[in-house]
C-alpha cells in the first residue's frame, strides 16, 4: 500500500516525465532503504539483539518500534515524496519554465 500511495503522489506531481520518472527511481530507492532498516531493527529486536541499548526499558522497546510501523504506511511515503519531487518543482517554478509545454516555448 505504502509503495502504491508513493508511485501515485510521485506521478501525480504536475512536472515534466523525466522529472517524475527519476523521482519516482529515486523515491522507490529511499523507500526500500528505509524498509530494509525496519526490518532489521525489527529481526534484531525479534532475536534478543538490543537496536537501542540507550532506551532502559524491553517493553518500551518493542512499542517504540511497533509505533514506527504505522510511519511506513503514509508518513514516510509524503516524506520520502516531498524530498524527491521538490527540486523538479523548483526548477520547473522558479526558473521559469512551463509545465506542459516544451522548452523554449512562452506560457500561454
Known amino acids: 500500500m505504502a509503495t502504491a500511495f508513493l508511485i501515485a503522489l510521485t506521478l501525480a506531481t504536475p512536472v515534466r516525465w523525466t522529472h517524475r520518472f527519476g523521482a519516482l527511481l529515486l523515491g522507490l530507492a529511499w523507500f526500500n532503504g528505509y524498509i530494509a532498516v525496519r526490518l532489521a531493527a525489527h529481526f534484531s529486536l525479534l532475536y534478543s539483539l538490543d537496536p537501542f541499548p540507550w532506551l ?34 523548483h526548477a520547473e517554478l522558479f526558473r521559469g519554465s512551463s509545465l506542459g509545454g516544451s522548452e523554449g516555448e512562452p506560457d500561454a
Open 56 to 89: 532502559p526499558f524491553a517493553a518500551f522497546k518493542r512499542n517504540l518500534l511497533g509505533s514506527v510501523g504505522y510511519l511506513q504506511w503514509y508518513v514516510m511515503p509524503i516524506f520520502i515524496w516531498g524530498s524527491t519531487v521538490s527540486y523538479s518543482v
